[in-house]
């Protein structure tokens, strides 16, 4: 029998036995201290194990001259079953095994992949479209905004093309790697959060988990290496503390432990316009700070919409996002919130950061809309508000990032 752990989780995945007559009232033997499955005589109703529960089980008779139910069929007939098991309080889909003489583990999609477990069939093609899906593309052109906007504001003069490109890659490999780590570390809890990130190249098996490890790794540390050595240290130093706030502080503790997950982890985020900055100037000063302080805060607003629409999966995975803890009206209230601090902070560029009167009617403006919205939904919840809220966000992000950059070229012209 085999048995995988998540946490304090046990996920059967592929089990092997032989049954007989006495099937439905047998006690199955299972690999921790002698605890195990007690079968129910009405198939299943229950299971035995502390602190778990069956709730379903799915079966089917192998052999077709055994048509009767399980445990009437021949010593040793072999059954395929599906348990759908509570293991604690969240339900855990465990996927099929196998009970009988079986010798090979079949197939399984979203299932714990090994080191060397990859689809063999896969393609060049797919191989590398997989690897690039762990660096999370999307993300990264979302972090590479504000990072591009700081650089822009930094001094009167443009920076040069090369420290752009330089800044932007280093970023986009320091981003890509880290997500690929978290996939690497996440690879449990996406095999049990349905077919959206079952379908992602670790649980898909087209990526090894050792693989997109190492792809991360390298990625990050190349990353902080390319800035040290060709940018400046600053930079370098803060794209390290990015790296670690996002792998060490927000995937490996943060995620798993607490309903504020995103909010201390999203310091992670906020840091590209500083890096940006310290490209540039090689120091840091109030207006790259405020750019900071706006991101953190903007961070929860956005991915609590998001949540909002997925806030079952994470349940599934026994992820504490704030929905699943505190409810849906309440992470609707934070989100208010937590916007009205980000409107607060993106004022505060006007007053204390430098920008002028042409960011201060665009900051108001989209601020402003994306406070209706937020309202809206906290008055009048649907999934469809939610969706819109976490798209407008990150258009208010971007098109934040576009007015102060206009705001202070066209003041320097």
């Known amino acids: 029998m085999q048995w995988l752990r998540s946490d304090d989780t046990w996920h059967a995945w592929q089990s092997f036995f032989f049954i007989d007559s006495h099937a439905l009232s047998r006690r199955v033997s299972s690999p921790w201290g002698g605890r195990g499955v007690d079968f129910s005589n009405d198939l299943g109703e229950t299971v035995c194990g502390p602190g778990d529960t069956l709730v379903s089980v799915a079966h089917h008779v192998a052999d077709p001259s055994c048509s009767e139910e399980l445990g009437g069929g021949l010593p040793g007939n072999p059954v395929t079953f599906v348990l759908y098991m509570i293991t604690g309080s969240p339900l855990i889909e465990a996927a099929s095994g196998i009970i009988g003489a079986g010798t090979e583990t079949p197939e399984m999609p979203g299932r714990e992949t090994s080191s060397s477990d990859t689809k063999e069939d896969a393609s060049f093609g797919d191989i590398v479209r997989a690897y690039l899906t762990l660096t999370k593309p999307k993300v990264i052109v979302l972090l590479e905004i504000p990072t591009l906007a700081a650089m822009l504001i930094a001094q009167p003069e443009l920076p040069v093309w090369w420290l752009?490109?330089?800044?932007?890659?280093?970023?986009?490999?320091?981003?890509?790697?880290s997500a690929a780590i978290n996939c690497f570390v996440d690879r449990d809890i996406d095999a049990l959060m349905g077919s959206r990130t079952q379908q992602r190249a670790i649980p898909?098996?087209?990526?090894?988990?050792?693989?997109?490890?190492?792809?991360?790794?390298?990625?990050?540390?190349t990353s902080v290496g390319l800035l040290w050595t060709v940018v400046n240290p600053l930079a370098a130093f803060l794209t390290a503390i990015a790296i670690f706030i996002y792998v060490a502080i927000y995937t490996l503790w943060l995620k798993r432990t607490t309903p504020s997950n995103i909010v201390l982890g999203g310091a992670a985020g906020a840091i590209p316009p500083l890096i940006g900055w310290a490209a540039v100037t090689g120091d840091l000063s109030a207006t790259p700070w405020l750019l900071f302080s706006l991101v953190f805060f903007w961070t929860p607003p956005h991915f609590w919409a998001l949540s909002l629409l997925i806030h079952q999966q994470y349940a599934r995975a026994r992820i504490p996002m704030l929905p699943v803890v505190r409810g849906e009206p309440?992470?609707?209230?934070?989100?208010?919130l937590y916007t009205l601090q980000m409107i607060a902070v993106s004022l505060l560029l006007f007053g204390f950061g430098g920008a002028g009167v042409i960011y201060l009617v665009g900051s108001a403006l989209l601020g402003g809309y994306f406070l209706y919205l937020a309202v809206d939904l906290m008055l009048h919840p649907s999934s469809p508000k939610a969706s819109w809220l976490f798209h407008y966000s990150m258009i208010y992000l971007t098109a934040l990032c576009v007015v102060i950059v206009a705001d202070y070229r066209i003041s320097i012209w």
């Open 164 to 177: 752009v490109l330089v800044t932007l890659l280093a970023g986009a490999m320091a981003a890509g790697g």
């Open 330 to 336: 309440e992470t609707r209230r934070q989100i208010v």
């Open 204 to 221: 898909a098996g087209l990526v090894s988990p050792h693989g997109a490890l190492t792809f991360g790794v390298v990625l990050s540390v």
